[in-house]
């Protein structure tokens, strides 16, 4: 007689180099998970696979947080600051976030270039989200924000439509000479980008696990031609509306869809790709252990 003692549900498609991530981190559309079973078998005990069918939710993205990128609690400890001069309520992203183990800390409002050092000294990423009523921020803070991304920490820059881009722009020039312009209709489901399809999001990257349909935004901004950052999502008419930047050990994202923070955050793949975005300019890659929780550090 065998008796099983603990189910957990994990995916079996690849296994991450770093044990904050899932074993699906990179994979877009899983197709497979297994039960690790553990049994007693004459008073010996025993881990079998067992092979179990992905389950999906009502927007065809995979099921469960095991297919996020980042295992919940990971990132506790970790600080992200979010400078938001345009006005909604952060709450629900907020809350995606804190299952991942980040808390934020947040300026409602151009904060004083002093109280901006002062808060960035803690702080593990910087998250932007440009005004629609002319630029706020002034050259302090613009250096302040480029010395912060330069030790490699994380930035991710968010615009939406015209004339929601000032700041945006303001500080994406500063760090890339890279702007966003324009006002697209949008407010679509999208789904990966291929050949024959030119709107969707890059498929298997760290920031797409778990991700095969994502809700666009309303009205976007259009990320310019450039040779700086990596196009990552491709709104329904074609236009970039998110890039990022990977090299020399650091991390940012350019976006031009900040509606998507609150409206219809329900929908397809939002807060998956919120907490993916989160993880991934965490930047462990870079940072290790000094980046995660404790129990999710490496064994000395």
């Known amino acids: 007689m065998s008796r099983y ?25 899983p197709s497979k998970a297994y039960e690790s079973v553990e049994e007693v078998v004459d008073g010996k005990r025993t881990v079998r696979q067992v092979e179990k ?7 065809g993205n995979a099921g469960g947080s095991q297919h996020d990128l980042a295992v919940d609690g990971a990132f506790e400890g970790q600080t992200i600051v979010v400078l938001q001069l345009f006005n909604f309520s ?15 800390y947040r300026f409602n409002g151009a904060p004083k270039p002093d109280d901006l050092k002062k808060t960035l000294k803690k702080a593990n990423q910087f998250w932007l989200i440009s005004d629609c009523y002319g630029q706020k921020l002034n050259e302090e803070h613009a250096k302040l924000i480029k010395s912060f991304y330069e030790t490699g920490k994380g930035v991710y820059i968010w615009g939406d439509n015209d004339p929601c881009i000032s700041d945006a722009n303001f ?21 990966f980008r291929t050949e024959k399809n030119k709107s969707g999001i890059l498929r298997d990257h760290l920031l797409s696990t778990g991700i095969e349909n994502m809700y666009e935004g309303i009205t976007i901004a259009t990320i310019q031609p450039n040779e700086v950052l990596t196009p990552f999502i491709w709104g329904s008419a074609g236009n970039v509306v998110a890039s990022f930047y ?14 998507r923070l609150y409206y219809k955050w329900n929908t397809a793949g939002t807060a998956r790709y919120i907490t993916n975005a989160a993880a991934w300019l965490a930047n462990v890659e870079r940072f290790g252990d000094k980046v995660v929780a404790k129990e999710f550090q490496k064994k000395p």
Do not use: C, W
């Open 246 to 259: 990977d090299k020399k050990g650091r991390r940012a994202i350019v976006d031009g869809g900040f509606t």
């Open 171 to 191: 500080i994406s020039q500063y760090l890339f000479d890279v702007d966003m312009q324009g006002d697209t209709p949008g407010d679509k489901v999208i789904t």
């Open 53 to 59: 069918k992905v389950s999906r939710d009502q927007y």
């Open 5 to 29: 003692l603990a189910i957990l549900v994990v995916l079996l498609l690849s296994t991450p180099a770093f044990a904050q991530y899932n074993r699906g981190a990179g994979v877009s559309a």
């Open 90 to 104: 952060f709450e629900q992203p907020r809350a995606a976030l804190a299952e991942k183990g980040f808390s934020v």
